[in-house]
């Protein structure tokens, strides 16, 4: 449960940390890049496994992090894409209603057993993840709806992605040295973009961009560094666990922005957040 609890506290932190990207108006995509450098060294500080540079590309599930970095970096593409041309609100539907590709995916090709309560949990979770992040600016243009599809395949085959390689390739021991590879990984794929904006006049460096990678590189590691270790615990399945944790990141970082950043929301959310509450009791059974 402490994994659980701490892989939801770090997503939450990440909520935080964007917000403040926003306030001190810090490059997004640049941000994004050096916290994959900031990931892939704090993993390889705490890690107990470690591997020469030299010996990286022996390693037999090194290419499943090449895998994922290239979907991290593009699935930030999209989603940037998603909240450019439909808003942010319909960036984070998409995103979160992905859920429901890693529970599909455990549900039907991993024969995962999950009882009615957590069923219904789980059906109950989508409803709340919708009404949660609703809002009165959702808008689809027949010629931008291609994004928030995108964006809501790529979330859930990132997820779907992690649990698949996790359970088949990584040992416990090696989840370290996995997490800070994939970060490394979608860290060289982000400096090839850099390398290519400079060279179009389009690149301009701050220093405030790098502390804001700080800042998000430490709890992005983390985040999915314990998602990876709850997701080992057999004595909880993973479509439970992805909808637990969805769901407790929506429910915390949407009371965070009502107090924290005083953010107005409608009565409806206010309906996602009881139903919100109702899924995670009954997910606890």
């Given at each position: 449960?402490?994994?659980?609890?701490?892989?939801?506290?770090?997503?939450?932190?990440?909520?935080?940390?964007?917000?403040?990207?926003?306030?001190?108006?810090?490059?997004?995509?640049?941000?994004?890049?050096?916290?994959?450098?900031?990931?892939?060294?704090?993993?390889?500080?705490?890690?107990?496994?470690?591997?020469?540079?030299?010996?990286?590309g022996e390693i037999h599930w090194f290419s499943y992090c090449l895998y994922l970095g290239i979907l991290f970096i593009s699935i930030f593409f999209?989603?940037?894409?998603?909240?450019?041309?439909?808003?942010?609100?319909?960036?984070?539907?998409?995103?979160?209603?992905?859920?429901?590709?890693?529970?599909?995916?455990?549900?039907?090709?991993?024969?995962?057993?999950?009882?009615?309560?957590?069923?219904?949990?789980?059906?109950?979770?989508?409803?709340?993840?919708?009404?949660?992040?609703?809002?009165?600016?959702?808008?689809?243009?027949?010629?931008?709806?291609?994004?928030?599809?995108?964006?809501?395949?790529?979330?859930?085959?990132?997820?779907?992605?992690?649990?698949?390689?996790?359970?088949?390739?990584?040992?416990?021991?090696?989840?370290?040295?996995?997490?800070?590879?994939?970060?490394?990984?979608?860290?060289?794929?982000?400096?090839?973009?850099?390398?290519?904006?400079?060279?179009?006049?389009?690149?301009?460096?701050?220093?405030?961009?790098?502390?804001?990678?700080?800042?998000?590189?430490?709890?992005?590691?983390?985040?999915?560094?314990?998602?990876?270790?709850?997701?080992?615990?057999?004595?909880?399945?993973?479509?439970?666990?992805?909808?637990?944790?969805?769901?407790?990141?929506?429910?915390?970082?949407?009371?965070?922005?009502?107090?924290?950043?005083?953010?107005?929301?409608?009565?409806?959310?206010?309906?996602?957040?009881?139903?919100?509450?109702?899924?995670?009791?009954?997910?606890?059974?």
């Amino acid at each position: 449960m402490i994994h659980i609890i701490l892989a939801v506290l770090f997503s939450v932190f990440l909520f935080i940390v964007f917000k403040y990207f926003q306030k001190y108006n810090i490059n997004t995509l640049q941000a994004i890049i050096f916290n994959y450098l900031v990931a892939f060294v704090t993993g390889i500080s705490i890690s107990p496994s470690s591997i020469s540079i030299s010996h990286i590309g022996e390693i037999h599930w090194f290419s499943y992090c090449l895998y994922l970095g290239i979907l991290f970096i593009s699935i930030f593409f999209v989603m940037g894409q998603t909240s450019q041309k439909n808003g942010v609100s319909v960036a984070s539907v998409a995103s979160k209603m992905s859920l429901i590709i890693p529970v599909l995916f455990a549900l039907l090709f991993l024969k995962e057993k999950i009882d009615l309560f957590k069923i219904i949990g789980i059906l109950i979770a989508l409803i709340a993840v919708y009404f949660t992040t609703k809002r009165n600016d959702i808008s689809f243009g027949p010629s931008n709806y291609i994004y928030p599809i995108l964006l809501f395949f790529g979330s859930g085959i990132i997820d779907t992605s992690i649990n698949y390689i996790q359970k088949t390739h990584i040992d416990s021991d090696d989840t370290g040295l996995f997490s800070a590879l994939t970060f490394l990984s979608a860290f060289l794929i982000g400096i090839g973009i850099l390398l290519f904006q400079k060279t179009t006049n389009t690149f301009e460096f701050k220093i405030k961009n790098l502390v804001g990678g700080i800042a998000l590189g430490i709890p992005n590691y983390f985040s999915m560094y314990f998602l990876i270790k709850a997701l080992q615990n057999d004595k909880i399945s993973s479509a439970t666990l992805f909808t637990l944790i969805n769901i407790s990141v929506i429910l915390l970082t949407t009371l965070i922005g009502i107090l924290l950043f005083k953010e107005k929301i409608q009565k409806y959310n206010y309906i996602g957040i009881a139903f919100a509450i109702i899924a995670l009791l009954l997910l606890s059974l």
